[in-house]
């Protein structure tokens, strides 16, 4: 099955394809799934990343709730996330061949969440994950989990990012260049404070 996704980012299509072997268990290789909403993607993200490439040949990055943007809690595209991922990866001198980034959007019920995100993905086999229920919907459906090392969490953590943003307080420091730039470059900043902002008097 040949699997494409289309994004639009910066006025250009960025289209992404692979093909997706029939059944869940053919030519498997060692690959990993780490999945994030990365609003944005931070230095945390590169540090669990570069772990995680330890201990598989591949790794595929899904963005999660790739449906949403433009609220408080999900201020960035789907594509403006790839953007960001794949400018950090090499920024940070990751072999993107070994990268896998598939946009994901939510499926509001849970027991059907695994099966719905395997047919957006190439096989995997060890998913990488500290969210409980992530963890637990991936257990019940007989995937091998294991616990990613959290780097500075309280430092390094999007919810505060984006709350530092708001009030202009050195959030730079937790970001890679690559992606401070590139959301200096969309005015993610000003689109995140103009969120906030209501229409009342």
């Not at 639009?8 to 053919?26: A, C, L, M, N």
Request: proline share 4%.
């Amino acid at each position: 099955m040949i699997i494409n996704f289309v994004c639009i980012v910066e006025s250009q299509i960025i289209k992404v394809t692979y093909s997706q072997p029939q059944g869940r268990v053919q030519n498997m290789c060692n690959r990993g799934l780490y999945v994030g909403r990365f609003q944005p993607f931070h230095k945390g993200h590169i540090k669990a990343i570069k772990k995680v490439l330890k201990e598989v040949e591949e790794l595929v990055i899904v963005i999660g709730s790739a449906q949403y943007s433009h609220n408080i809690l999900n201020p960035f595209t789907a594509g403006e996330r790839i953007v960001m991922i794949r400018r950090a990866l090499e920024e940070a001198n990751i072999e993107d061949s070994r990268i896998w980034i598939v946009p994901v959007p939510d499926v509001h019920l849970h027991m059907l969440w695994v099966s719905a995100l395997e047919g957006y993905t190439p096989n995997f086999n060890t998913v990488f994950s500290n969210e409980p229920l992530t963890k637990r919907l991936f257990m019940e459906n007989k995937y091998k989990v294991k616990k990613i090392r959290f780097f500075e969490r309280k430092k390094y953590n999007s919810t505060l990012i984006r709350q530092k943003m708001l009030i202009d307080d050195s959030w730079i420091k937790l970001v890679p260049k690559s992606v401070v730039d590139y959301i200096n470059k969309i005015d993610g900043v000003n689109r995140l404070r103009d969120l906030t902002k209501t229409d009342n008097p």
